[in-house]
């Protein structure tokens, strides 16, 4: 692809998904140095960045990223009237940033559209990687990692999940991942039931609160982690293997 580099750049900047440390040098320096920042919440992108100048001001001593102007809000309810505005200030000649309110942007996460309409305008699209809860997690588990398919939250309506349970239980035996979930903490009951239900008692690991003081691995059976979790607190995420099923 052929870039316009007349226009401006949006960089996809990961950020820490709990561990403030884990930011890189080179997303600080890209945060402190666009014209644009797009982020999920801004008063949560504020704080960041207050904390950020705070603890590596050396890095962006010549910075004035604390101009609120510099936020623009981009959640999942706005991706799509904000998208165009972002592309007039790139086409404009500005320099875009997209972070997501924890982790990698566009995992689980809004940006897919804006990147599309950025490459198909001739922009150039630069990712900033980072800390990624699900990556964080396979890491640890103890589960193969040679091929691992990640499928976010699992899907709002129960037919449709208990269609998604059945279908990992039917995958090819010379193509088992380890499968990857994203879970929010009230659905946490809900989800392992039914994925007891579709597919039986089965090995699953649990990390929560990933980089966090109260960080946790946790390994053992669906119905064990039912008890476990009882009162499930942080962000969740599910992993399994198929070939222990």
Known sequence: MRYNYCMGTL????????????????????????????CEDT?????????????????????????????????????QSQTPLLIEYLQQGKNVALVSDAGTPLISDPGYKLVSEALKRGIQVVSIPGPTAAIAALTSSGLPTNQ??????????????FDLFQSLLTMKPSNHPTIIFYCAPHKLHQILTDMQTVMGDIPIVIARELTKVH??????????????????????VILLSINSV
């Open 11 to 38: 960089s996809i900047v990961s950020t820490p998904i709990g561990n403030l440390a884990d930011i890189t040098i080179r997303a600080i320096k890209t945060l402190f140095s666009v014209d644009i920042i797009a």
């Open 43 to 79: 008063r949560r992108t504020g704080m960041l960045l207050q904390e950020l100048k705070k603890r590596y001001g050396s890095i962006a001593l010549h910075s004035n990223i604390l101009s609120t102007q510099k936020l623009v809000r981009f959640d999942d309810r706005q991706e």
């Open 148 to 161: 691992f398919l990640f499928l976010g939250y699992p899907p709002e309506k129960e037919k449709h999940r």
């Open 215 to 236: 960080e946790e691995v946790w390994r053992g059976k669906s119905s064990e982690a039912l008890q476990k979790f009882e009162n499930p607190q942080g962000e969740f």
